[in-house]
């Protein structure tokens, strides 16, 4: 909670000014009730009208304020709220950002939407319906107990105690009864999402699979929780909404017991009588959302926990303190990547064996370099140390630069990737390539479709290159979409580019013909095949096999002399 507040620093004074706000519209109420009380006692007596005006006047004065001072105060709480939500978001992407994929691998899809989602978002009521709530029911509660005080010093002091027992005693009840089912809420909301967006995401297997009765017990078994957890956090909210309604009455009780007698005995005017009985009717209002916020206060300090956990994750990546600058390619525009005795680990490896160990081999401009081995033998491990999103001990140079001491961003600018699993976007053909580079003309957006053997098929699709790809690129085959991101990598333009499993689902001829058109259109680029065919591997320079159990590796030299 104290790293929230921290991030409401910049807001301050508007929370301060909503809280101001939020006490002169709940100030206002209580003058109204107050101010018409006294009003229609006096009036009772028929005064000369004169005598009324400045109640008249205050009356109007007070319903006109209420609406005015609430209004102005959601509008600068809500503003607070939501630039402390935008500079939240931007921490938290930023973070993300830093630590890189690898380090979002623990987390389920649907659990990491509803932490960035549901939980930021709940975030923002800290502020909203905990803070500005407390400091304005503060502000006129004391009024509120002074003005009773004045009047009657007895009622006065009937209204503090029932409006500490509403603003402490009924908030600690709430969190007692209610701790375990508001903390509970968020976690369980997270797992719903993740078992909700698995089920969907994998529809087609469940099926297959005949596992939908079991996957649908789930949700709902899951969902059972979830309701249960909801009913009891409203349990809580209605005891507390009935305790403040009983101390509320006790007030006014207490105040006639105090007032009646007063009047009797001279002490209070019978005009102030109605004042006196009426006012903690309206005070209370200053002390009502209190419970409520109780409960607010625990689910956001359950959200903020999940957050936290999120962006204090350890970090796949470390950057140098001081960044070296990025080295320029050679004379002749080439790059050269050595890796010498290269192992990695994954931050979430259960066990102390490294996914890669003992790799060395070296990538050259104009060459292809294959690397073979079987699953888990840490062949894509090798792309993300390369890319920057993953630690690494032994050498990576790029051009004779270390690259943990350079600037991960500025490496990825010379080294990218295409993976088996890239993500295709739900839009249009086009937009999916642009994503590459915003500045790329359509000669050479066709181009790129082209190499990657793709381009045929979108000239004869009626829309062309706004043909719409579907989600996760569904309206396309598994070998168009596999394309679709070669492409993409291709019109990046890297200097050093890592092909994993270019040609998977693809026909062996089609793969065999998109293999010759990469390599050609790569010969002014160091190029890394990652693949565990052995046909795409003969089309290399030189292959790398690597095992799986000690992690060494074996260079094998094809011929420089082969043409593509």
């Known amino acids: 909670m104290a790293r929230l507040m921290t991030l409401s620093r910049p807001v301050t004074w508007r929370l301060l000014l909503a809280s101001l706000l939020g006490a002169l519209a709940i100030g206002s109420s209580v003058g109204l009730l107050a101010t018409s009380a006294w009003l229609i006692s006096r009036a009772s007596e028929q005064p000369p009208i004169l005598y009324l005006q400045i109640a008249i006047v205050s009356v109007r004065a007070f319903g006109l304020g209420r609406a005015v001072f609430r209004y102005a105060e959601r509008l600068v709480s809500h503003d607070a709220a939501f630039r402390t939500l935008t500079d939240m978001r931007v921490a938290i ?17 649907g659990d990491l939407l509803s932490r960035l989602v549901s939980d930021v978002d709940a975030v923002q009521d800290l502020s909203l319906r905990v803070l500005v709530p407390a400091l304005s029911g503060l502000l006129v509660g004391a009024a509120s107990v002074a003005l009773a005080a004045w009047l009657l010093p007895g009622a006065g002091a009937v209204l503090a105690v029932a409006l500490l027992v509403g603003g402490l005693v009924v908030p600690w009840i709430t969190i007692w009864a209610g701790a375990r089912a508001a903390t509970r809420l968020a976690p369980v909301q997270g797992r719903m999402s993740a078992e909700v967006v698995d089920m969907f995401a994998g529809a087609a297997d469940i099926v ?3 596992a939908t009765s079991r996957m649908v017990a789930n949700v709902r078994a899951t969902d059972a929780e ?15 909404a ?14 006639i017991l105090f007032a009646v007698p007063a009047v009797r005995s001279g002490e209070l005017s019978g005009v102030n009588l109605a004042v006196v009985l009426l006012l903690p009717l309206a005070a209370y209002e200053s002390v009502v959302n209190l419970p409520t916020a109780a409960l607010t206060y625990l689910r956001v300090r359950s959200s903020a926990q999940r957050v936290f956990e999120l962006t204090d994750a350890a970090p796949a990546v470390h950057e140098a303190a001081r960044p070296a600058p990025l080295p320029a390619a050679s004379a002749d525009g080439s790059r050269t990547v050595k890796i010498a005795d290269l192992s990695a680990r994954y931050p979430d490896a259960d066990d102390e064996q490294d996914a890669l160990s003992g790799l060395s081999m070296t990538l050259r401009t104009g060459e292809t370099v294959a690397l073979v081995g079987p699953s888990g033998s840490g062949k894509s491990t090798v792309d993300a140390v390369l890319e920057r999103f993953l630690d ?10 270390e690259l943990r001491d350079l600037d991960s961003d500025q490496v990825r600018t010379v080294i990218g990737s295409c993976t088996q699993d890239a993500h295709v976007f739900d839009t249009s053909i086009e937009e999916n390539l642009r994503l590459a580079r915003r500045s790329a003309t359509e000669a050479q957006v066709w181009r790129a479709l082209d190499q990657a053997r793709l381009g045929d098929w979108v000239r004869s699709q009626p ?7 579907g989600a996760h690129g569904d309206a396309l085959s598994g070998g168009q979409r596999q394309r679709l991101a070669l492409a993409r990598a291709l019109l990046a333009d890297f200097e050093v580019l ?44 030189q292959i790398v096999a690597i095992s799986p159990t000690r992690g060494d590796a074996a ?10």
């Open 463 to 469: 829309m062309g290159l706004q043909t719409p790809v």
């Open 555 to 564: 260079a094998t030299d094809t011929g420089q002399e082969r043409t593509p």
């Open 392 to 401: 690494y001990s032994g050498s990576v140079q790029l051009d004779g630069a």
């Open 226 to 240: 979830l309701t249960a957890v909801q009913s009891r956090s409203s349990v809580a909210a209605g005891l507390a």
């Open 498 to 541: 890592v092909l994993d499993e270019p040609t998977e689902h693809l026909d062996p001829v089609t793969a065999a013909e998109l293999l010759a058109d990469v390599r050609a259109a790569t010969a002014h680029t160091a190029t890394l095949l990652i693949t565990h065919h052995p046909d795409d591997a003969e089309q290399a320079d």
């Open 208 to 210: 297959a699979s005949g």
């Open 242 to 255: 009935a305790l403040g309604a009983a101390a509320q009455g006790a007030a006014v009780i207490g105040a």
């Open 93 to 109: 992407y930023t973070r993300l950002a830093a630590n890189g994929p690898v380090a979002l691998r623990p987390y389920r899809r």
